[in-house]
């Protein structure tokens, strides 16, 4: 079941009207967790299981991490709801990948083997809850929470369908308090989530798949008759697909808790408006960022252990990000770049002179933009491997994008394609460099109801008649 289909409408429509009945809290809330169940067996029943392990498990972890007195007894815990929650995360998302490079290895050893194909089926949102679950243990482990004490509220936490298989990535200290008294739902609330679950709809499938999908589909699937104005255009649209399809998810999800009378945590923050990678991540992905700071950067020693280990630490957690992403050599390739452009930040922030010369707020602000074109330009380069089907396609592109390809500049796409991607992308840009300090919930608000109105009228109209191939969220295969 998706954001955007009708079975969605109807499901949500039906939930919204159980939850606002005049209903004890408690009913109310176990009506969303049966109702979140119900949101994921639509894609496949059977692995409705594993959210019940994982549930069940990290219950019982916080439950005697509590208790423990003893660090062994603790530890214990500790080890046992990770291996848990990584064991499922990696039979089912990286058994086959181990395998297959288990059987490369041995073939370059001159060792013969053949094994039986696991066939294994990734179960969407695997890497989401399972990251959002293990927080819990992993805070009550730190001390930043106590084991809750409503089974119920848990299991709610681990399952709330709106982020349930795309994140945001919630954390148990933000979410569960929410959970102890009932949520008030007003018109403004209602008003503002449907606005956002509108909103996000259209950039998913307006912008992401109707638009920039084809483009890039056509790009990426001729890739060796690809040329240089092929390979940029094509990057452009997908840096806008990637962004319109996850941060559409984002919002969408956002946008329906807040329909319930929950908050879910920001997830974008105007990416495309990044001065540096590391301004980059704190708006990319946001729920993921701070987790790999949080739970892995920081644990492995962070910037306290010198330089040297810092920025080893910054490449072991990008390598392990772009692992996250995917099962596949390209995903750490593509983490890898991320961790290298983080280090040669690092680096020349380290040896660059601090100027004692004041600057005035406009040549600041030019200098900020005259490094966030290059910063998104560099990101661009790294969506490649994100992209392409394997290495050799993304080699290949990369090189047509620097002017090593043997065909004519424009081979795939029509001219038209091009001026339409990149009026978007210069669109894009704009507007997150005008909103790159400011809210979108408070600039909306300054608008006047009758634009508001319209903006809503259109975005809705063009929903319904943009006959789309119903496209799933990119972000569900991981």
């Known amino acids: 079941m998706v954001f955007n289909s009708l079975t969605f409408v109807l499901f949500f429509t039906v939930v919204l009207t159980l939850h606002s009945l005049p209903l004890s809290w408690r009913a109310r809330k176990a009506i969303l967790w049966q109702a979140s169940y119900l949101f994921y067996a639509a894609w496949n029943p059977p692995f409705v299981i594993l959210l019940w392990v994982s549930t069940l498990a990290d219950w019982l972890a916080g439950q005697r991490l509590h208790r423990a007195q ?15 929650n990584l064991g499922l995360l990696g039979f089912f998302k990286y058994g086959t990948f181990l395998l297959e490079n288990f059987v490369a290895l041995l073939g370059m050893l001159n060792i013969a083997f053949q094994p039986a194909a696991p066939d294994i089926v990734l179960p969407v949102g695997i890497s989401f809850y399972t990251f ?23 299991a709610l936490y681990v399952t709330f369908f709106p982020q349930l298989v795309a994140g945001p990535i919630v954390r148990a200290v933000d979410f569960l308090p929410q959970l102890k008294r009932p949520r008030r739902i007003d018109a403004n609330t209602l008003g503002w989530g449907l ?4 909103l996000g709809l259209f950039q998913k499938v307006i912008l992401a798949d109707s638009v920039l999908a084809p483009v890039v589909e056509r790009v990426y699937g001729a890739v060796p008759a690809a040329g240089l104005g092929d390979a940029w255009i094509g990057t452009l649209a997908f840096s806008g697909q990637i962004f319109f399809d996850f941060a559409g998810y984002s919002t969408c999800a956002i946008g329906a808790a807040r329909c319930l009378g929950f908050t879910l945590t920001e997830n974008f923050r105007y990416p495309y408006a990044a001065v540096g990678f590391t301004d980059f ?100 380069l790294t969506w490649v491997f994100f992209r392409a089907a394997d290495f050799q396609s993304a080699w290949t592109l990369i090189g047509a994008m620097f002017g090593f390809s043997a065909n004519a500049h424009l081979a795939v796409l029509p001219v038209a394609h091009c001026g339409l ?23 909306w608000r300054c608008v006047p109801w009758r634009v508001q109105a319209v903006a809503l009228a259109g975005t809705l109209a063009a929903l319904a008649f943009v006959q789309g191939e119903n496209r799933a969220f990119i972000y569900f295969q991981f």
């Open 70 to 84: 003893t660090p062994i007894a603790r530890k214990f815990w500790l080890v046992f709801s990770l291996t848990v």
């Open 421 to 443: 991607v990149l009026g978007i992308t210069i669109l894009l840009l704009t507007g997150h460099w005008m909103m790159r300090e400011r809210g979108f919930e408070a600039l």
């Open 195 to 198: 606005t956002l679950l509108t």
């Open 281 to 380: 991540w704190r708006r990319w992905h946001m729920s993921l960022s701070s987790w790999l700071r949080d739970y892995l950067y920081i644990p492995l020693g962070g910037n306290r252990k010198g330089a040297g280990r810092t920025y080893v630490n910054l490449m072991v957690t990008m390598l392990l990000g772009g692992l996250w992403h995917g099962a596949a050599w390209r995903f750490v390739i593509w983490g890898g770049l991320h961790g290298l452009f983080l280090a040669i930040e690092r680096w020349i922030k380290n040896i660059r002179p601090v100027s004692r010369h004041r600057t005035s707020p406009q040549d600041t602000g030019w200098r900020h933009f005259g490094l966030a074109l290059p910063t998104y330009l560099a990101i661009c």
């Open 132 to 154: 959002q679950s293990m927080s819990y243990t992993l805070d009550i482990y730190k001390g930043k929470l106590r084991p809750w004490p409503s089974f119920v509220d848990f």
